[in-house]
């Protein structure tokens, strides 16, 4: 079924809407809260909850990329439910991811930081649009998909310690870029 | 900067790029293009020239060779190559068979010590599809499709061809900047730059580019992707350049310590060419690091990524606070390692200057941060 028939069915208030996106994306929705809940369980429930929040947003909304939109709203929820559990049952790749950027992002002054959304959103988008297509796959699957390096290296037909190499100059990057943005001191 | 703010920046991340990443793209690594380009205003058209040739060709073919001539130009004023008497940029004079409208027009070649470049200009491309270029947009089953130009020299493997950085930007600069200066709309040309490994041809004979469009197809749910080639702009024939390079050896080798593990390295030297500089290395434990047949369980891989990651952010800030200085006064500094393979037992750090050539026999002074490793006696 393609994702035009399957928007459809959610306009419709067909609740087969929710097995057809199942069907088709309900591999990519739980391997995004999976990674980052680390924990079958959550992840579980938090695929629940994907749908739940998909069949509330279509309609209103009609989203040109399926996936994306619904990937999205798993990765929203599993975040939210990530920093609501305690700190002794953080063990995932998200966390790894977030261990990895922190070294790198962390700032030399102690200056309580205050930042808004947009900056940040419009700063991440601008760095993205700095790399090249391979690079910037990469550190998505990383950090924003919280992909195992492992997995990432097996996808771009890559080996573990290329990839490993390559997020350690991009983040590199990252940092000098928002050094130069004023958002790290 | 906190987890949480690293959170609500990864959450401002565009639609775009989530979709995008969706899937792997197999694409060459090519550098970004953080470049500024210093594009002086001289145009080499002679009118009386061009009025004949619009007389004796017609309007069309006269709009064509005037992208071909104005392309020439602006890669030439973009790489510095007369500022820096360049001598391995070779621009193709364009003949009467040149003078066409459609198919494949090879304007120039450079050897950047890593790839051999090609500039060429193709025709017809459609505003829709150079307008696209690089975007991906989901099909009706879920697949992304994209449009992207390629090149082959044997018909089998290709490369991805890319919009030349014909730009002057003062930073970094955005796909649609780049598309505006690369394709022109009224004759529908679009200059590309093929970038060739050294497997793809052979230095000592010439060898045929054929540029084509193809479409990809992936599969997002088994990371699979089909081209299929949808037309065919011709074939070039182009001769391989020369890549002139100038050694320079530290006679007191420049020292530098892996903070990780506290292991000795030492800047040897550099190469200069054009388009590139290659800082030459030697370090402990060099040949394990970088040797292939090392086979190492969980415990091990750990420390010897612990210990390589270490080496490779020792290089990354010495090649950041290199600076070469030119005879003029003026100089170049902060160059990024692109690759680091190892050869009769040295490590060449490869860092490529982008399109901004450098003089490299008006180099006279090299430092790595405050200190000076060589000085032109």
Partial sequence: MTDTEIINLFFERSEQAITELDKKHGNAVARVARNI???????????????????????????SLLRTFVCKIARNLATKKYHSNTAEKRNSQYDLA????????????????EYEA???????????????????????????????????????????????????????????????????? | MKREAITMMLNGVDDNY???TAVFHPEHIQETHERIIHLKKKRIITFALAAALMLALGISAYAAWNIHQKRQSELREQMKIEDNAVTDYKEEK????????????????????????????????????????GRMEENEDGCMICYDFGFTTDGESFGFATPAILTDTDGTITMEELIDAAYDEETKTFTMECACINT?????????????????????????????????FGTVTVYPTENTVRNITFINPYSFENAATGGKGKVIGVNLSSFNVDILVTHDNMENMYSTNVELNE?????????????????????????????????????????SPLENGILINHCGLGNHSIDINNVVKIQIGDKTVWEHQ
């Avoid at chain 1, 977030?98 to 930081?113: A, F, G, I, R």
């Avoid at chain 2, 052979?202 to 193809?214: E, Q």
């Fill in chain 2, 200 to 232: 793809m041809f052979s230095f000592d004979k010439p060898f045929d580019l054929t540029l084509v469009l193809f479409r990809e197809t992936q599969n997002q749910n088994d990371h699979t992707t089909d081209g299929e080639i949808i037309r065919t």
């Fill in chain 2, 299 to 339: 415990e091990e891989r750990e420390e010897y990524l612990k210990e390589q990651l270490g080496w490779l952010q020792a290089m990354d800030e010495l090649s950041q606070s290199m600076v070469l200085t030119f005879s003029d006064g003026s100089s170049r500094k902060g160059f990024g390692i692109l690759s």
């Fill in chain 2, 94 to 133: 364009l003949s009467d068979a040149q003078i066409q409208t459609e198919g494949v027009t090879l304007l120039s070649t450079v050897n950047d010590g890593e790839f051999q470049k090609v500039y060429v200009n193709i025709s017809p491309v459609e505003p829709e599809i150079a307008r696209n270029f």
């Fill in chain 1, 98 to 113: 977030l261990d990895e950027l922190e070294e790198y992002l962390s700032d030399s002054d102690s200056v309580e930081e």
């Fill in chain 1, 37 to 63: 809940l680390g924990n079958t369980q959550d992840a579980e429930e938090c695929v629940n909850d994907t749908y739940l929040g998909t069949w509330n947003a279509i309609p209103p909304h009609k989203p």
């Fill in chain 1, 118 to 185: 947009k900056e940040l959103g419009e700063a991440i988008n601008s760095f993205l649009a700095t790399l090249n297509r391979s690079d910037r796959f990469i550190f998505m699957r990383r950090y924003w998909y919280s992909d195992p390096v492992q997995d990432i290296a097996k996808m771009a037909d890559s080996t573990t310690n290329s990839v490993t190499v390559r997020l350690f100059r991009i983040r590199e990057k990252l940092r000098q870029y928002l050094e130069k943005e004023g958002l790290l001191v």
């Fill in chain 2, 18 to 20: 989530i979709s995008e």
